[in-house]
Nanobody, 120 residues
């Protein structure tokens, strides 16, 4: 069992920035960020493998940056140039997979989520 706790959500205007953080009991091979907008399913946003390899959803490429600090058991998501379509609950996730992936089924552990709201 891996306990994950997110922080850093909030409300910003279009074009603003936020940094999400996730603390974990321990880091697994694959760590990721997912989000769920009202009335929609949970979608992968960014993921990072233990070797630092990353993958991003097309909608956030160039705006979001995922990073991990294995020494401090933490995962971060730097979000820039936010727009209303980025609104949702953001979840930290941990899984055991051989590469960074945005496939939800590859993740076994989930945090409680943190709300991000972007207003126009």
């Amino acid at each position: 069992q891996v306990q994950l706790v997110e922080s850093g959500g909030g409300s910003v205007q279009t074009g603003g920035s936020l940094r999400l953080s996730c603390t974990a009991d321990y880091m697994t091979f694959t760590m990721g960020w997912f989000r769920q907008a009202p009335g929609k399913g949970r979608e992968g946003v960014a993921a990072i493998y233990s070797d630092g390899a990353t993958t991003y959803a097309d909608s956030v490429k160039g705006r979001f940056t995922i990073s991990r600090d294995n020494a401090h058991n933490s995962l971060s998501l730097e979000m820039n140039n936010l727009n209303p379509e980025d609104t949702g609950i953001y979840y930290c996730a941990a899984g055991v997979w051989y590469r960074a992936t945005l496939e939800r089924t590859r993740y076994s552990y989930w945090g409680q989520g943190t709300q991000v709201t972007v207003s126009s």
